[in-house]
């Protein structure tokens, strides 16, 4: 039941009806019996400023951001917290009394679902396919987790040096990231010492469930974690070709609810039921 006292957040994006956040998010608002209400608000490109001013003028106690506003939401902020200025992009903000700080949680999504597989990052040589928005957040995680290597294997290496070269800069002693076409027999090399391997493309995305990046599995050591952030369908061609092989596999589902929950926390204080999020988003997703 929503009162007068009722907080508002939502999410921002477009097209944004297909968001899953609502479900997430009412889901652990109900659960945490928080006196929120969460809803999704298309917001065009041209309407970013106003909808920022908006969301003062309003007294929303926070937003959730999504494509396209990622990064041009930033120059309305007061303040972008650490990860979201060296990730370029932000998807949640906090609104205290007017003044609007920027997050970025995905950093914490894709990571903590990890950790909660017990994957061990730090020491670890960490291959991505793809290197767009959301590997940006993943790149930038493993180097603050202590990867040792991080190996970026895309389609365009032009297209992507810049973001390799923007990346070496926060590299700490003992640290490396290398850039390679996937095609590439040198990247062949990396994938036989890979102890993790992340599909960070949307290749094999629903409805083009049969597509995958191009992974010789016979070089990869059976024991290394797979981990698509896809979660539509649950298992991808990506993670049922890791399976076949040995490898213990992980969907996106979990970075999905992470990144949520880690808003949630930031706008309430309160820690959310994590499981019950994952559960009302595959309940969505059926
Ligand atoms: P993005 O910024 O468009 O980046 C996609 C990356 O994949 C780019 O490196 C792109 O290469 C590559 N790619 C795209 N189509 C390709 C193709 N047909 N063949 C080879 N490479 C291709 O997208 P994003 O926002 O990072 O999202 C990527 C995927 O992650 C999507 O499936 C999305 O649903 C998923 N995702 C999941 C979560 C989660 O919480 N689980 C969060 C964010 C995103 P080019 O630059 O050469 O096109």
Redesign the pocket.
């Known amino acids: 039941m929503f009162t007068g006292k009722t907080k508002n957040v939502g999410v921002i994006g477009y097209p944004i009806e297909h968001s899953l956040s609502p479900v997430l998010q009412n889901a652990a608002i109900e659960k945490a019996e928080l006196d929120y209400a969460y809803i999704a608000m298309p917001v065009k490109p041209e309407d970013l400023r106003d909808a920022v001013r908006g969301m003062r003028a309003l007294g929303f106690r926070g937003i959730n951001v999504t494509?396209p506003h990622k990064t041009e939401i930033m120059q309305y902020l007061d303040e972008i917290d650490e990860d979201a200025k060296i990730i370029g992009a932000v998807n949640t903000v906090v609104n205290t009394d007017g003044y609007l700080k920027g997050y970025n949680t995905?950093v914490i999504?894709s990571i903590d679902a990890l950790y909660h597989h017990d994957v061990e990052i730090k020491g670890m040589h960490v291959v991505l396919f793809?290197?767009?928005?959301?590997?940006r957040a993943i790149i930038w995680g493993l180097l603050k987790a202590g990867a040792a290597q991080v190996t970026l294997g895309?389609?365009?290496v032009p297209?992507?040096q810049p973001v390799a070269e923007y990346f070496s800069n926060f590299l700490k002693e003992g640290q490396s990231l290398k850039l390679f076409n996937w095609n590439d027999e040198g990247f062949e090399e990396f994938l036989k010492t890979a102890d993790i391997l992340i599909n960070?493309?949307?290749?094999g995305?629903a409805p083009k469930v049969d597509?995958a990046?191009p992974v010789k599995w016979e070089a990869v050591k059976p024991g290394a974690f797979a981990y698509d952030?896809?979660?539509t369908p649950a298992k991808t061609r990506f993670l049922k070709d890791a399976e076949a092989h040995g490898c213990a596999i992980l969907n996106?589902?979990e970075?999905?609810a992470g990144?949520g929950a880690a808003a949630f926390k930031l706008w309430t204080d309160v820690e959310p039921e994590l499981s019950v999020m994952t559960e009302a988003l595959r309940k969505a997703l059926e």
């Open positions: 494509i995905d999504g793809g290197a767009g928005g959301a590997a895309v389609r365009n297209k992507v960070t493309t949307p290749l995305m597509a990046p952030i896809i979660y996106g589902e970075m999905l990144q």
